[in-house]
């Protein structure tokens, strides 16, 4: 990935605003390495697992009508787990020490996460460019989705003449 060393920069940044960082990993959403500063962690399972507790927090967010997941959150005994959702295809995760001032490592890796999202996007965007995919012959270019709504909840009233089963 060309964008690596300016990620890179980004994670050695972030780890001098947060000393208590003891690793950092970006990954795409589908679970690939994209860059790792992770000493004592295999960054390919910890990719993997990163993008199954991202999913799994993208779905629970859908199905509570949380919206877009911004951040997850784990804490260990030993200390945290946070992943922070880097642009449209990316996730940073930031591993830190239990002894860490939480307020200012979510605070940094959410600015963390947005600059390698705006790294990340901008390198997809610029590869896309260069290879444009080519159209494929007989299938019309697919429609575009439109955005999805929701609606408001209307509460529910009661009919006090309604019978149930007990009722003879």
């Known amino acids: 990935m060309a964008a690596e060393p300016e990620v890179l920069d980004e994670l050695r940044r972030l780890r001098a605003q947060v000393p208590q960082l003891t690793g950092a990993l970006v990954t795409g959403a589908e679970g690939t390495v994209l860059a790792q500063d992770t000493p004592g ?74 600059r390698v999202g705006e790294l990340v996007d901008a390198h997809r965007a610029a590869a896309a460019a260069a290879h444009p995919k080519p159209a494929r012959p007989g299938k019309p270019p697919a429609k575009p989705v439109g955005a999805r709504t929701r609606t408001a909840r209307v509460a529910r009233t009661t009919n006090g003449n309604a019978r149930t089963t007990t009722d003879s």
């Open 41 to 114: 962690v295999d960054p390919e399972a910890m990719a993997a697992l990163v993008a199954a507790a991202h999913g799994a927090a993208v779905r629970l967010a859908e199905l509570t009508g949380q919206g877009a997941v911004g951040q997850l959150l784990v804490r260990g005994a030993h200390g945290y787990v946070a992943t922070y959702a880097a642009g449209g295809s990316a996730v940073l995760t930031l591993l830190a020490e239990d002894r860490v001032n939480l307020g200012r490592l979510l605070m940094e890796g959410r600015r963390a996460g947005a």
